[in-house]
Nanobody, 126 residues
Framework: QFQPVESGGGLVQSGGSLRLSCEAPGFTLDYYAIGWFRQAPGKEREGVSCVSSTEGFTNYADSVKGRFTISRDNAKNTVYLQMDNLKPEDTAVYFC???????????????????WGHGTQVTVSS
């Protein structure tokens, strides 16, 4: 069964960095668009970033542009979300999600994604 698994969350101070990882053992992540979403208490889930299954297209929410970077490491079959200059408002549970459709683009729309990880907590202190 296809099951994305997130890791790398934790507690950091404002201005610090974390790198989240998304893996799905037994499956080739490069065949899927991978999205990162987050949900904070009392807020709706929002798209953070995604990378397409082809073409290397990436997409970022305005709130994280210039601070977050999504990337693939094919040798490790892993998708990363590098988060720099973290802010308290970045505090949320972060989810990795995979889109079945094979294509050159990706969107930050939850309904586009078929398989979801269980989430990893990111907490940014003031």
């Amino acid at each position: 069964q296809f099951q994305p698994v997130e890791s790398g969350g934790g507690l950091v101070q404002s201005g610090g960095s974390l790198r989240l990882s998304c893996e799905a053992p037994g499956f080739t992540l490069d065949y899927y668009a991978i999205g990162w979403f987050r949900q904070a208490p009392g807020k709706e889930r929002e798209g953070v970033s995604c990378v397409s299954s082809t073409e290397g297209f990436t997409n970022y929410a305005d709130s994280v542009k210039g601070r977050f970077t999504i990337s693939r490491d094919n040798a490790k079959n892993t998708v990363y979300l590098q988060m720099d200059n973290l802010k308290p408002e970045d505090t949320a549970v972060y989810f990795c999600a995979a889109e079945v459709r094979f294509g050159p683009m990706c969107l930050l729309l939850s309904d586009d994604y078929d398989y979801w990880g269980h989430g990893t907590q990111v907490t940014v202190s003031s």
